[in-house]
């Protein structure tokens, strides 16, 4: 609570500081409409200055502008794409003013890798997206603002969890056991992309309202200046920054309404008790133990939430010769879930100052971004609960006291029956499970060019990432599945944590621009050095350890980790007569996290482009207004292996359970820990990635359809993957090490369309699909016919040890490996029979096979927008398609068997008297469905209003639908899973949002 307030106080201090350097002059007020020469259409966001002040505004959608001047000022007007033009004000207030296109400046500045292009002057794949194109709709996290947007980006969720973590991958994963995630650049710097205890996704730290713009590098030719963090891509955000011109206030408020969208389909209490009857008698115990309520389970966890998001920045320039210009920023989101008692309270702040000095050779970028999310996490094992547990049964019960008075499967001496389904109401209101997350990314960039020669720049950024989570968990001594038997007062369960990360940032790098007319040329040679200090500092403590009388179990054990990474980069690019283009890339890593014989690696990469349209035959051309095309190569490393010590001999501390009891006459009975040598691999090195790129960007019709169309080869050697190790060998018997090799191709294929453009009518209409083969070539050391290296892994619940997945050479990551299932002549599944796949005359292991992937063989992307005046309807959406889901749910509840067992009855789907299986059939192909699907992601509909108080605010308002729709075939809950194994996972809900926008 300290630190919130401190917090709050610091940066209410600093926007009123910022408040009170600006006044408000009272002079005539001017009106006046913006547009472009060329088609007359009104032109938003035109930077309005008058001229020798830092005073000004900008244009809104519509063109239009309001300002206070005198006359015989002038008026500066400025767009990216636009000639500067230059008006003085007389006496006439209404102004209408037109800009004359500079097709020099046309081109739009993309932020890549230490630095920025034109977009006409890259060569490698990248994608660049920015405000005017996010997502709408219910927005916690920076990811959500892109989904769908961008081809050969795939973004899933964990679930509907406030905060839940999110998984994104570009062009598919590239390792089996190695991170596949991209790396993330916040404002020029690198963030560690693993999970800070107490908080799913670290990304949201970062407050979605801040962003400006995300750029997405895809190819090898475009990451390997990132060297070994850039085999998944790389994803560059940049937040907004301060701009020229008087003080401008902005506001973003809006309230969600949140419902679930679906439930599993189990029998009602009355179909239940049917059930029971014709399964047990009404003999049976399981009959006479039946109650008489009627209780839906799933409706007693799920709830309908509200939800709420506020922020509020200020921007503008301190001092009239625009020395400084800033913005500061605050948010506050509460995002109630709609899983009972789950919640997430977000409060965020951030500072940017960009001042300019000597003349502008010195530009000083300060970024300054502070987090406090505080979690309460729901257990969704109550979901599970909710679907097993029995409906004819209460939700409470008065003879329960000493459970809470919650209703409990109990055995006859009246203690809880262990392997029972738990009360989920129970499991929600008992489990009180919080964090408490503080995260502060801060950098400063400095960039110098010489007076002398300002075609030198150079270039420094130091920076550090902070953050601090601590929580804990708590079930109290009346949970019925944390009771003692023995001493109901030693019951209940505590656990805590606390987590601190920092990552300490140093680049420096050089860079030297030259134009040379004479050849038609332009040089641009770049040079640098990185370092960065990764370290974690967590206190631990035995779970559980409230329990115990024993003060050696208090003891708090802290333990910590550390990585270090030192790279030297280099790119050049060279460009002749603006059509042929030349980039090439080295960086040298070293990393702390692999033996002196493996610890330094070199990545490097070329790729050339050709503008075709600027070539004299296509230049005058009407029809086709762009047309580059490129190809790259490159070799990008992965050091994210999951250890920082893999390579080097290390001891492992026992568990609590595993202590060495020894007794001292002077202190008593003491408790040691015992330590054991773990398996280790001194060889151990960094995966690698060559890729392969071949794109078009194309566009006619003055862009007035656009788009990009890339094919791409990636493979990845040296690949991570456990393989047994002869006894005796090493300190384990089964080692990571490197081993493997997989292969990722594809096709992206992008399209937007501007099919109607005037004054009161626009619509825009976009797309992007995304094909990708998937298969790993290599799994062993050697060759071996009898041995390809196979790994089972995809653990469901149910049983013991089952796994469904397997990684197979031939095959994509993650495939299930299942028995094909026999049906009957009115396709009823055969309990038990499967297809004798090898026709040995037996059913074993050896008739499983391949039946699928969990990786989608496309994924697909739509948008669009029509705007009428100042009505304005947009929406989102994305698929995947090719992919499968096991549905484990079902494969959970859709037998007879087990329904009465040990004191206790539990609930099944309904499709169990459709099924008819008697016993659990967890290996069955029968629960793989297809899990392909279309999702509309946000629908959103919006008003701008006319200015209002003599023109000095704007508002709009706007109604948005999130998670409005999804088609799918599949039968759970929700075919977006992951890693393809439906189970507990945390509905995601659809959400109805109000929200205002106001510009002050």
């Not at 008058?50 to 767009?79: E, H, P, Q, R």
């Not at 003055?702 to 493979?715: F, H, L, Q, S, V």
């Amino acid at each position: 609570m300290r630190s919130r307030r401190f917090l709050f106080t610091m940066m209410l201090a600093m926007l009123l500081g910022m408040l009170g350097t600006e006044a408000l002059a009272q002079a005539t007020w001017y009106q006046g409409t913006v547009v472009g020469q060329s088609d007359g259409l009104p032109i938003p966001g035109v930077n309005v200055l008058i001229k020798g002040t830092s005073k000004g505004t900008v244009t809104d959608f519509d063109g239009k502008f309001s300002l206070d001047a005198n006359a015989g000022d002038v008026l500066v007007m400025s767009f990216v794409g636009y000639q500067t033009q230059e008006v003085k004000l007389s006496n006439q207030t209404q102004l209408s003013i037109s800009l004359a296109e500079d097709m020099m400046g046309l081109e739009e500045i993309v932020v890549i890798g230490y630095g920025e292009v034109k977009k006409k002057d890259l060569t490698g794949s990248v994608e660049a997206i920015s405000t005017a194109d996010f997502n709408a709709g219910p927005i916690s996290s920076p990811q959500d603002l892109i989904t769908g947007k961008i081809a050969g980006v795939n973004i899933t969720s964990a679930g509907g969890a406030p905060g839940s973590a999110q998984q994104i991958r570009i062009r598919a994963g590239s390792s089996l056991n190695a991170s596949n995630d991209p790396l993330i650049i916040i404002d020029g710097f690198p963030i560690d992309n693993s999970t800070i205890a107490g908080m799913r996704n670290p990304l949201n730290s970062v407050n979605p309202n801040d962003i400006e713009s995300f750029t997405v590098l895809k190819d090898a030719s475009a990451t390997a200046i990132y060297g070994s963090r850039a085999s998944n891509g790389v994803i560059i955000i940049t937040t907004k920054k301060g701009t020229k011109g008087n003080l401008k206030v902005d506001y973003s408020g809006n309230v969600s309404v949140n419902t679930p969208t679906k439930t599993v389909d189990v029998l009602d209490a009355d179909q239940y008790r049917q059930v029971i009857e014709q399964q047990y008698g009404r003999d049976h115990a399981a009959y006479q133990t039946l109650g008489n309520s009627n209780t839906n389970w799933q409706e007693e966890v799920l709830r309908t939430s509200i939800s709420t998001d506020h922020n509020i920045s200020l921007s503008g320039t301190v001092g009239e010769k625009t020395i400084l210009p800033y913005r500061a920023s605050v948010g506050y989101n509460q995002n109630n879930g709609i899983l009972e008692t789950s919640s997430l309270e977000r409060i965020t702040a951030n500072l940017n100052l960009s001042p300019k000095f000597f003349d502008d050779h010195l530009a000083v970028n300060l970024n300054a971004k502070g987090m406090n999310v505080k979690n309460r996490f729901a257990d969704t094992g109550a979901l599970g609960s909710a679907i097993a547990f029995d409906p004819t049964q209460s939700v409470y019960d008065s003879n329960m006291g000493r459970f809470g008075g919650y209703t409990t499967w109990v055995d006859g001496d009246g203690n809880p029956i262990t392997i029972a389904p738990s009360n989920p109401v129970a499991m929600l209101h008992q489990t009180e499970n919080t964090s408490d997350v503080n995260r502060f990314i801060g950098n400063a960039q400095f960039d110098y060019r010489l007076h002398f020669l300002p075609d030198l720049r150079f270039n420094l950024n130091v920076g550090m990432d902070y953050a601090n989570g601590t929580g804990s968990t708590i079930n109290p001594t009346t949970a019925a599945w944390q009771y003692n038997v023995q001493d109901p007062t030693q019951g209940g369960y505590y656990t805590e944590y606390d987590q601190t990360q920092t990552n300490k940032l140093l680049d420096f790098y050089t860079q030297y621009v030259k134009e040379v007319p004479s050849l038609k040329s332009k040089f641009d040679v770049m040079g640098g050095y990185s370092w960065q200090h990764f370290k974690t500092e967590q206190n631990g403590f035995d779970s559980n350890f409230a329990r115990s009388t024993d003060d050696e179990y208090y003891t708090e054990r802290p333990y910590a980790f550390e990585h270090y990474l030192v790279s030297f980069f280099g790119r050049f690019n060279y460009t002749f007569d603006e059509k042929y283009l030349l980039t090439a890339t080295l960086r040298y890593d070293g990393t702390s996290k692999f033996g002196k014989e493996n610890r330094w690696g070199l990545f490097p990469s070329v790729a050339m482009a050709w503008n075709v349209d600027k070539e004299s035959f296509l230049v005058n051309s009407n029809s086709i207004s762009q047309l580059k095309l490129r190809a790259g190569w490159g070799v990008t490393g992965q050091q994210d292996i999951g250890s920082n010590y893999g390579f080097m001999p290390t001891y492992v501390e026992s568990d609590v359970r595993s202590q060495y009891v020894y007794y001292d006459p002077n202190t008593g009975r003491m408790m040691y820990r015992t330590i054991r040598p773990d398996g280790y691999d001194e060889n151990l090195k960094w995966e690698e990635t060559t890729t392969y790129n071949v794109g078009i960007d194309y566009g006619f019709f003055n862009d007035k359809i656009y788009g990009k169309i890339d094919a791409y080869y990636r493979e990845t050697n040296d690949m991570l993957s456990e393989v047994p190790v002869a006894s005796g060998s090493n300190l384990t018997n089964m080692l990571f090490t490197n081993v493997g090799s997989m292969v990722n191709k594809g096709i992206e294929f992008s399209l937007n369309t501007k099919i109607v453009e005037s004054q009161d009518l626009n619509i825009h209409l976009g797309g992007n699909v995304t094909y990708n083969h998937s298969e790993i070539t290599k799994l062993t050391l050697v060759d071996d016919p009898d041995n390809d290296g196979s790994i089972l892994t995809g653990g469901i619940q149910g049983g013991t040890g089952n796994m469904v997945q397997i990684h197979s050479v031939g095959y994509a990551p993650s495939s299930f490996y299942l028995y094909e299932q026999v049906y009957d002549d009115n396709g009823k599944p055969i309990e038990g029979a499967y297809v004798d796949r090898n026709g040995d005359g037996k059913i074993d292991d050896e008739d499983r096979y391949i039946a699928g992937s969990s990786v989608p063989k496309w994924i697909a992307g739509l948008n669009f927008m029509v705007n009428y005046k100042r009505w304005t309807l947009s929406g989102s959406g994305h698929g995947s398609f090719g992919q499968y889901v096991y549905n484990n749910v079902a494969s959970q509840n859709t037998f007879y068997g087990n329904m009465n067992v040990s004191g206790f009855n539990s609930n099944r789907m309904t499709d169990v008297t459709e099924v008819g299986f008697n016993d659990a059939q967890y290996l069955s192909d029968h629960y793989l469905e297809k899990g392909s699907f279309f999702r509309m992601d946000n629908i959103m509909l919006s008003y701008d209003f006319e200015e209002f108080w003599n023109g000095k605010v704007k508002a709009r308002v706007f109604a948005t639908v999130n998670n409005a729709f999804v088609i799918s075939s599949y039968d759970g809950l929700d075919p977006e899973i992951p890693n393809g194994i439906d189970n507990n996972v945390y509905p995601r809900p659809r959400s109805y949002m109000l929200g205002v926008n106001l510009s002050f």
